[in-house]
């Protein structure tokens, strides 16, 4: 077990930047499959560029077919578009009138479309069909008079952009998270779409290193940082101290790339060794029935939980409740739900991956172990577990400063806009 946490001086939140107007903006937001309910950011990012007076037109590619069940989600469902719901009579007809209107033009970007689809892992049939999706787009957004076109994730979305750019399309900018994109950057032409885009945005100094390789050193310029962030409800709400319940946390999808099995031999480790404890795991997804599995094999039935999904507010809630939050992670961008956590006052046990020590620092705002390493990690949980509220209290609120300082929705998206304005 480490040393007692001495209190250190919380940093002094930076004054955002001058917030802009951006009043006659009018840019379409694309995403592969949107709403999800891993995607707040998109949705929180959006609400405040239109707060700063943009409008915003989604789409999406495919429909989301996730269950739903944060309202904020839901009304965003209503409100975006989805390509491929327009129909295969639509979408053929959307392709031959580009052929029409400039078949020179239309034949290079097709066989462009093939040669990616040959260099990529999703195959020739998959990037053809991405060349028709961004026919339709490319007259859906000439009726909505839409010059610029931001993609969310480096993957499916902002080939379509960059496809219908070559079309004669708006410009386009798209944000890449990772880890998805770092693990195929090659497949994936990362570094041929930041040469024909605007601009490219990475959500930590991490981010930005590993686009860095994947893309031409003549084009780092066009690669800037732009943080996830929050709203001011994370801020400006009542703080509550943690509990003396001895009560863990995580919310994640239930994901290899997570970790959660490890978390699961952790707390098997902390049975072991007489502590009590109660750790509940929010989220859903393809490990569940796995991990439900393990959790019963080792007799944890009555200590570890599978909560299912949650809405945003129900989270905040359950946070509210526990004195310390933990994400095991192999594999991350920045996690949002780390900076929701800090921004309740509640210090987060995380690993020492892409860019989360960029945010969690030490003694400071929480605890960061070796990703996979299951005795350190219950080691650190122990001490979240056996420490005092107070010292809690301090990790908490010297997180909470951190984030103040790096993740304001308003502030971030106010560098976007200036992005897209300049």
């Known amino acids: 077990m480490s040393a007692v946490i001495e209190p250190v001086a919380a940093p002094e939140p930076l004054q955002p930047t001058k917030l802009v107007d951006l009043r006659g903006l009018k840019v379409a937001y694309l995403v592969n499959q949107y709403p999800q309910p891993s995607h707040t950011f998109i949705r929180r990012e959006i609400a405040t560029l239109e707060q700063l007076g ?51 033009s239309a034949a290079r970007v097709l066989a ?40 969310h994730f480096g993957t499916n ?17 798209f944000t890449v998270h990772g880890p998805e994109e770092f693990d195929k950057p090659e497949f994936l032409h990362l570094g041929e779409k930041v040469a024909h885009a605007r601009f490219a945005v990475t ?42 319940t ?15 099995p490890v978390l699961i031999d952790a707390a098997e ?70 900076m929701e956590a800090l921004a309740m006052h509640r210090p987060v046990i995380s690993t020492y991956v892409a860019g989360i020590p960029e945010l969690v620092e030490p003694g400071v705002s929480g605890w960061l172990v070796p ?3 299951a005795e350190v990690l219950a080691d650190r949980m122990q001490e979240a577990l056996t420490v005092s509220v107070e010292q809690l209290a301090t990790l908490g609120r010297q997180g909470a400063a951190r984030v103040a300082e790096r993740h304001r929705a308003l502030t971030e998206a106010a560098r976007l806009g200036e992005l897209f304005t300049s």
């Open 157 to 173: 979305a902002a080939t379509v952009a960059m496809l219908l750019r070559w079309l004669g399309g708006p410009t386009y900018s």
């Open 246 to 260: 001895p009560r863990l946390l995580c919310v994640a999808r239930l994901h290899e790339q997570k970790g959660l």
């Open 371 to 373: 990703a996979g390493n």
């Open 112 to 151: 462009k479309s093939v040669k990616l689809g040959r260099r990529s892992d999703r195959g020739v049939i998959a990037h053809l069909a991405y060349f028709a999706e961004a026919c339709v787009l490319r007259e859906w957004l000439k009726r909505e008079q839409i010059e610029h076109v931001h993609a």
């Open 203 to 244: 959500i930590s100094e991490f981010g930005r290193s590993q686009l860095c390789r994947a893309a031409d050193y003549r084009d780092w310029h066009k690669i800037q940082v732009v943080h996830c962030g929050l709203d001011e409800t994370f801020f400006d709400g009542p703080l509550v101290d943690p509990p003396e």
């Open 269 to 338: 480790l902390l049975r072991e060794r007489g502590v009590a404890f109660q750790l509940d795991i929010i989220g859903d997804g393809p490990l569940r029935e796995s991990l439900q599995q393990q959790i019963d094999e080792r007799l944890l039935g009555t200590s570890v939980r599978l909560c299912g999904l949650r809405s945003g507010a129900e989270i905040r809630r359950e946070l509210q409740a526990s004195r310390t939050f933990v994400l095991p992670s192999f594999a991350e961008g920045l996690p949002v739900v780390i």
């Open 54 to 104: 943009a409008t915003v037109e989604r789409y999406t590619l495919r429909a989301s077919t996730s269950k739903l069940v944060d309202p904020g989600d839901l009304a965003e469902r209503d409100v975006t578009r989805a390509v491929l719901s327009a129909g295969r009579g639509q979408i053929v007809r959307a392709v031959l009138r580009e052929f029409v209107r400039q078949p020179l």
